[in-house]
């Protein structure tokens, strides 16, 4: 995080005081800007008519903007040390930058003000790939990646003693790869996915699987502290790559320092997160370059790179995040949106069809804001490909450090969530929007908002996106789409007038706001067009690890690699941790999307991801099950893997379950269950798809395996059992798995073939008992995995 977060005062203050650089010259000009009047924007593809009423009305921030263009956004040759890096560059302007509507900014100042406009601009436009447009409109980034150019020359250096590499990249250079690393800014400064890294600021990890577009390091200028000159900055970075490096390897980059250089230090990542699914054999590559990335052979070999676990790419591969102008100018928008003050934060809904970019806008958007505010709350609607939570949950959360990688790893607990139980919401709207709202709630107003929807937008998809941005009074609606054919009406203020929604119709007041709210979202919103020029837009990958399922998997093994501890340990599969017991009779339990014959219920739930669920009413079982009637609305503090009676299960249905009825809708908080005792361990019976550990029905208690801290689950009362499934990895590829089934094989006196007879035998002559056998660093022949599934068809 890069700035601290102000106490809560007033929502005007409080937004002035979260804002980075207090001395920015972002903000001599304070005066206030009032707020756009929607009824006098355009509903063309972005605000750009709009700007000259309010650059009329809004002279200080435009006077800023226009200084600001004048200290050109110009990389000439010489400045640019692509020269050295054998890479044609041309002079680069960007003429295109635009206020909050696309007015074009003058030249001719050498401000302050213009230092920091064009430093932004700069951070903005250098992101990525222009691909339509005049050459003039190529990023110095766009510059090298035409392909049968010559591979960019890195400068980095490997230290095998201190298991680190250190890159010196010249202003305006980069290096878009694959792979994960730790990042630390030694000096200068850089930026990855809008998000700038400073010397002095903390380390931070990148991730960049070929499951999407590859991230991309770029130097940026304009880091020299005021005051320095070329020769103390010089002589500052080459201490620093001094201290860095031993001397071998540090006098082959001392000489290609120079003041205004970015030095890099690149470490190995090795995380719970990355030691979790890179156990796992069909992931082991997941860090690896693509199919299409080795067809092309895009790797450029570097030794220093590979040593802390990157590949640089080049050619058309190296194309990392594709910006095209309307992309451009709709980051600029919002960031103007946030940083102007207008009368309430921005909130920014963004839209658009299935694989047209809105997630990685997001992302891309959230690290861009993150540069000038501390925090971003963010809502996700979008049930399929969640950000921060595993399929299946809505939420709310807020952001505050970087996203600098897919989804699967930044999966946290959100600060509020819903559990909905599938990856879509066709089969209950109502439900889906009613949770929404009951999310909605809990946002504070104090920070800018991001809400990311689904990629559902025919039919009644598109009229529930017309609710979502009636419930929440967008302020900013980005609308995304790709191709020649559009994929859905442009939402304009205008046609939001006569749209019908699924809950919501015209004439329609802002459902959910306060009168404030309410008075300002009547008068529509901002619409931001985007046209994602990225090869593939609109089609689903279909290369390994893009797939939308192998996503949602790799987002709930993100989720499960927290039970994983931090320290340098052997990975642990999912049934090795001791569960928490829950007696049947203190929580309620519910499927969420379809009937299940109250007798069968406890088949369900065994061996199940489950929603943790926080009703308001007390509920208490006659001893056994006791099974909700409807699936209600109420927090949902994370999921667990449910581990329910199977051993005993006459047992447990032998009493009727009892029915909790009608489970009001509402927020509530929580009942106490019981819980493990910490050492306590539950006696393996026989495995089950993996997760099960054990089961005492005689006690009547489920077992479940999260990663939800104990003072957290004690306010769980309810376990919804969703369609969202483990992982099928999870179940059929860890080793104890194995073990535990070839195990329970033998005692159970089912015919074990003798391979596997033989691995039990060896383990049992060289001393192991049971309990070490389901050690992770146990490691099985191939035969023994093939005896397996022979056993699973048993
Ligand atoms: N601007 C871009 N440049 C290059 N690749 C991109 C860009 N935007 C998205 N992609 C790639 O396209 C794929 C889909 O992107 P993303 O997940 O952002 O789309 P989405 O609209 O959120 O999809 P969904 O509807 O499934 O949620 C990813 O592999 C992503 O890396």
């Given at each position: 995080?890069?700035?601290?977060?102000?106490?809560?005062?007033?929502?005007?203050?409080?937004?002035?005081?979260?804002?980075?650089?207090?001395?920015?010259?972002?903000?001599?000009?304070?005066?206030?800007?009032?707020?756009?009047?929607?009824?006098?924007?355009?509903?063309?593809?972005?605000?750009?008519?709009?700007?000259?009423?309010?650059?009329?009305?809004?002279?200080?921030?435009?006077?800023?903007?226009?200084?600001?263009?004048?200290?050109?956004?110009?990389?000439?040759?010489?400045?640019?040390?692509?020269?050295?890096?054998?890479?044609?560059?041309?002079?680069?302007?960007?003429?295109?930058?635009?206020?909050?509507?696309?007015?074009?900014?003058?030249?001719?100042?050498?401000?302050?003000?213009?230092?920091?406009?064009?430093?932004?601009?700069?951070?903005?436009?250098?992101?990525?790939?222009?691909?339509?447009?005049?050459?003039?409109?190529?990023?110095?980034?766009?510059?090298?990646?035409?392909?049968?150019?010559?591979?960019?020359?890195?400068?980095?250096?490997?230290?095998?003693?201190?298991?680190?590499?250190?890159?010196?990249?010249?202003?305006?250079?980069?290096?878009?790869?694959?792979?994960?690393?730790?990042?630390?800014?030694?000096?200068?400064?850089?930026?990855?996915?809008?998000?700038?890294?400073?010397?002095?600021?903390?380390?931070?990890?990148?991730?960049?699987?070929?499951?999407?577009?590859?991230?991309?390091?770029?130097?940026?200028?304009?880091?020299?502290?005021?005051?320095?000159?070329?020769?103390?900055?010089?002589?500052?970075?080459?201490?620093?790559?001094r201290k860095h490096l031993s001397s071998e390897p540090r006098k082959r980059l001392l000489s290609e320092v120079d003041s205004d250089s970015c030095v890099v230090l690149l470490q190995p990542l090795d995380?719970?997160?990355?030691?979790?699914?890179?156990?796992?054999?069909?992931?082991?590559?997941?860090?690896?370059?693509?199919?299409?990335?080795?067809?092309?052979?895009?790797?450029?070999?570097?030794?220093?790179?590979?040593?802390?676990?990157?590949?640089?790419?080049?050619?058309?591969?190296?194309?990392?995040?594709?910006?095209?102008?309307?992309?451009?100018?709709?980051?600029?928008?919002?960031?103007?949106?946030?940083?102007?003050?207008?009368?309430?934060?921005?909130?920014?809904?963004?839209?658009?069809?299935?694989?047209?970019?809105?997630?990685?806008?997001?992302?891309?958007?959230?690290?861009?804001?993150?540069?000038?505010?501390?925090?971003?709350?963010?809502?996700?609607?979008?049930?399929?490909?969640?950000?921060?939570?595993?399929?299946?949950?809505?939420?709310?959360?807020?952001?505050?450090?970087?996203?600098?990688?897919?989804?699967?790893?930044?999966?946290?607990?959100?600060?509020?969530?819903?559990?909905?139980?599938?990856?879509?919401?066709?089969?209950?709207?109502?439900?889906?929007?009613?949770?929404?709202?009951?999310?909605?709630?809990?946002?504070?107003?104090?920070?800018?908002?991001?809400?990311?929807?689904?990629?559902?937008?025919?039919?009644?998809?598109?009229?529930?996106?017309?609710?979502?941005?009636?419930?929440?009074?967008?302020?900013?609606?980005?609308?995304?789409?790709?191709?020649?054919?559009?994929?859905?009406?442009?939402?304009?203020?205008?046609?939001?007038?006569?749209?019908?929604?699924?809950?919501?119709?015209?004439?329609?007041?802002?459902?959910?706001?306060?009168?404030?709210?309410?008075?300002?979202?009547?008068?529509?919103?901002?619409?931001?067009?985007?046209?994602?020029?990225?090869?593939?837009?609109?089609?689903?990958?279909?290369?390994?690890?893009?797939?939308?399922?192998?996503?949602?998997?790799?987002?709930?093994?993100?989720?499960?690699?927290?039970?994983?501890?931090?320290?340098?340990?052997?990975?642990?599969?999912?049934?090795?941790?001791?569960?928490?017991?829950?007696?049947?009779?203190?929580?309620?339990?519910?499927?969420?999307?379809?009937?299940?014959?109250?007798?069968?219920?406890?088949?369900?739930?065994?061996?199940?991801?489950?929603?943790?669920?926080?009703?308001?009413?007390?509920?208490?079982?006659?001893?056994?099950?006791?099974?909700?009637?409807?699936?209600?609305?109420?927090?949902?503090?994370?999921?667990?893997?449910?581990?329910?009676?199977?051993?005993?299960?006459?047992?447990?249905?032998?009493?009727?379950?009892?029915?909790?009825?009608?489970?009001?809708?509402?927020?509530?908080?929580?009942?106490?269950?019981?819980?493990?005792?910490?050492?306590?361990?539950?006696?393996?019976?026989?495995?089950?798809?993996?997760?099960?550990?054990?089961?005492?029905?005689?006690?009547?208690?489920?077992?479940?395996?999260?990663?939800?801290?104990?003072?957290?689950?004690?306010?769980?009362?309810?376990?919804?059992?969703?369609?969202?499934?483990?992982?099928?990895?999870?179940?059929?590829?860890?080793?104890?798995?194995?073990?535990?089934?070839?195990?329970?094989?033998?005692?159970?006196?089912?015919?074990?073939?003798?391979?596997?007879?033989?691995?039990?035998?060896?383990?049992?002559?060289?001393?192991?008992?049971?309990?070490?056998?389901?050690?992770?660093?146990?490691?099985?022949?191939?035969?023994?995995?093939?005896?397996?599934?022979?056993?699973?068809?048993?």
């Amino acid at each position: 995080m890069k700035v601290h977060k102000a106490s809560s005062r007033s929502k005007n203050e409080q937004r002035n005081a979260t804002k980075r650089h207090p001395k920015s010259k972002w903000r001599v000009h304070n005066k206030r800007i009032r707020s756009l009047d929607p009824s006098q924007l355009t509903s063309s593809p972005t605000v750009a008519k709009v700007v000259p009423q309010l650059a009329n009305r809004q002279k200080s921030k435009l006077k800023r903007l226009q200084k600001a263009h004048a200290k050109a956004v110009t990389l000439s040759p010489e400045e640019s040390n692509f020269v050295r890096a054998k890479v044609r560059v041309p002079p680069v302007t960007f003429p295109h930058v635009h206020t909050n509507g696309g007015t074009e900014l003058e030249t001719g100042s050498d401000s302050e003000d213009s230092r920091d406009w064009s430093s932004y601009a700069k951070s903005v436009l250098q992101n990525g790939l222009e691909m339509k447009g005049g050459e003039e409109d190529l990023t110095p980034v766009a510059r090298v990646q035409l392909e049968d150019e010559e591979p960019p020359e890195y400068h980095a250096q490997y230290d095998h003693v201190q298991n680190h590499t250190v890159l010196v990249l010249q202003q305006g250079q980069f290096l878009c790869f694959r792979g994960k690393c730790l990042l630390t800014c030694l000096s200068g400064r850089v930026e990855v996915m809008g998000f700038t890294i400073e010397q002095g600021q903390q380390p931070y990890p990148l991730f960049s699987p070929p499951s999407h577009c590859p991230l991309t390091i770029i130097a940026l200028g304009d880091c020299a502290p005021p005051g320095r000159n070329r020769k103390e900055g010089r002589l500052e970075a080459k201490a620093i790559v001094r201290k860095h490096l031993s001397s071998e390897p540090r006098k082959r980059l001392l000489s290609e320092v120079d003041s205004d250089s970015c030095v890099v230090l690149l470490q190995p990542l090795d995380t719970p997160l990355v030691r979790f699914l890179t156990s796992f054999g069909e992931l082991d590559h997941l860090f690896g370059l693509s199919s299409k990335e080795l067809r092309s052979q895009a790797a450029v070999h570097n030794t220093a790179f590979s040593a802390v676990g990157l590949t640089a790419l080049r050619g058309l591969c190296a194309r990392g995040l594709v910006v095209s102008r309307s992309y451009r100018e709709a980051l600029s928008s919002l960031l103007n949106a946030w940083e102007g003050d207008f009368d309430r934060c921005p909130i920014i809904l963004v839209c658009g069809a299935k694989n047209s970019g809105k997630s990685s806008f997001n992302r891309h958007l959230i690290n861009t804001l993150l540069n000038h505010t501390a925090s971003v709350e963010y809502l996700e609607c979008d049930l399929g490909q969640t950000e921060f939570t595993p399929p299946g949950c809505l939420s709310l959360s807020t952001v505050t450090e970087p996203l600098l990688g897919p989804p699967f790893t930044h999966q946290r607990e959100a600060e509020h969530m819903v559990f909905y139980g599938q990856s879509d919401c066709q089969a209950d709207l109502d439900r889906y929007l009613d949770s929404l709202k009951s999310l909605w709630r809990y946002y504070s107003g104090e920070s800018p908002i991001v809400i990311n929807t689904m990629g559902w937008v025919k039919g009644h998809g598109f009229q529930v996106l017309v609710d979502l941005i009636r419930f929440f009074s967008v302020t900013h609606l980005v609308q995304l789409s790709y191709g020649d054919a559009p994929q859905c009406a442009n939402l304009t203020p205008e046609f939001l007038r006569s749209a019908h929604g699924f809950q919501t119709h015209p004439p329609a007041q802002p459902v959910l706001a306060d009168e404030l709210d309410g008075h300002l979202a009547s008068r529509g919103h901002v619409l931001l067009s985007i046209h994602s020029e990225f090869e593939g837009a609109g089609t689903s990958g279909e290369m390994r690890h893009q797939r939308s399922n192998e996503l949602r998997d790799l987002a709930l093994l993100g989720y499960f690699s927290q039970l994983q501890s931090a320290g340098p340990c052997p990975v642990r599969p999912l049934h090795c941790f001791t569960p928490y017991q829950v007696p049947l009779s203190a929580v309620a339990l519910g499927v969420t999307h379809c009937e299940v014959a109250p007798d069968h219920i406890l088949y369900a739930a065994n061996a199940s991801l489950v929603g943790l669920c926080c009703l308001g009413e007390k509920v208490v079982g006659r001893g056994g099950p006791v099974l909700l009637s409807q699936t209600p609305i109420c927090p949902c503090v994370g999921l667990g893997a449910s581990v329910s009676a199977l051993k005993g299960r006459n047992a447990a249905t032998r009493k009727r379950p009892r029915t909790l009825a009608k489970t009001s809708r509402r927020n509530f908080p929580g009942l106490r269950n019981k819980e493990t005792p910490a050492n306590a361990h539950c006696i393996p019976s026989f495995p089950v798809q993996g997760v099960l550990r054990g089961v005492d029905m005689a006690r009547g208690l489920y077992f479940l395996v999260t990663p939800v801290p104990p003072a957290v689950l004690r306010q769980v009362n309810c376990l919804l059992l969703g369609e969202v499934t483990l992982p099928k990895m999870l179940l059929t590829m860890q080793l104890a798995t194995i073990v535990d089934a070839l195990l329970a094989a033998c005692l159970e006196g089912l015919e074990v073939p003798t391979q596997s007879c033989r691995v039990i035998a060896g383990c049992r002559e060289s001393g192991s008992d049971n309990e070490d056998l389901r050690q992770p660093d146990y490691r099985l022949t191939d035969a023994a995995s093939l005896s397996f599934s022979f056993l699973l068809r048993k």
